[in-house]
């Protein structure tokens, strides 16, 4: 079985610029997660999304982040614009069924906002 | 709300020794927890969960957590650790129909030959 894949591994941007990330999750996982991880911290969930729709998107800072799942497949975080603050390891995750906490997670995306 | 302490920022252990890596968590609840491993450039990989019944839990790569109610504990044990153990732990709650995890900062593991 493919694990979730996310692109790219590494990316360093200047603040105010915008950056865009992608995943895509384990086939036929319908529940997908995307996960800050700040240096020193753990993972924090930022949007949850059930198939192409939104349940839950209360810690993402909508004033810049952005998120969609067309399809119900694939996934993109957008960040614009980017501020220092948000370097960070972007986790994806996918799981079968909601609130199943069988999560997989994929490698990450490290952001550097210099 | 829910929250987690893992009191050890950094352990060193020798190859072959025991280890105990310690989780505390808040929540009104009987909690879903979780320990999940990061190795350096990886995404996190689960280790064990526990939901309700025994409170001793056997997970992969030969470690196991106890959770205790009245300690509000959920620490995770190796009896001999090797050297590719080391890597980042970070324990984890969940609530029963939440939808997400809330993840504790993390223990740095160090193994020493």
């Known amino acids: 079985e493919a694990g979730v894949a996310q692109s790219p591994r590494y990316k360093i941007i200047e603040k105010r610029q915008s950056v865009a990330f992608w995943c895509n999750p384990i086939?036929?996982?319908?529940?997908l997660y995307w996960y800050q991880q700040i240096l020193g911290q753990g993972p924090k969930l930022l949007i949850q999304?059930?198939?192409?729709?939104?349940?839950?998107d209360s810690q993402l800072p909508k004033d810049r982040f952005s998120a969609e799942r067309l399809k119900g497949v694939d996934s993109t975080l957008k960040i614009q614009p980017a501020k220092l603050e948000d370097s960070a390891v972007y986790l994806c995750?996918?799981?079968?069924?909601?609130?199943?906490?069988?999560?997989?997670f994929g490698s990450g995306t490290r952001l550097t906002v210099v | 709300a829910q929250s987690v302490t893992q009191p050890d920022i950094h352990i060193t252990v020798s190859e072959g020794a025991s280890l105990e890596l310690r989780c505390n968590y808040s929540?009104?609840?009987?909690?879903?927890l979780f320990w999940y491993v990061q190795s350096p450039g990886q995404g996190l990989q689960l280790l064990l969960k526990?939901?309700?019944?025994?409170?001793l839990v056997q997970g992969i790569k030969g470690f196991e957590a106890e959770f205790k109610r009245s300690q509000s504990s959920f620490n995770l044990r190796k009896p001999s650790v090797h050297w590719s153990d080391a890597a980042e732990y970070f324990c984890?709650?969940?609530?029963?129909?939440?939808?997400?995890?809330?993840f504790g900062t993390g223990t740095r593991l160090t193994v020493i030959p």
């Open positions: 984890a709650v969940g609530a029963s129909g939440a939808n997400n995890l809330f």
């Open positions: 086939s036929g996982h319908a529940t």
């Open positions: 999304f059930q198939n192409n729709g939104v349940v839950d």
């Open positions: 526990y939901f309700s019944g025994d409170t």
């Open positions: 995750a996918s799981s079968l069924v909601a609130r199943s906490y069988g999560y997989t």
């Open positions: 929540y009104g609840a009987t909690p879903y």
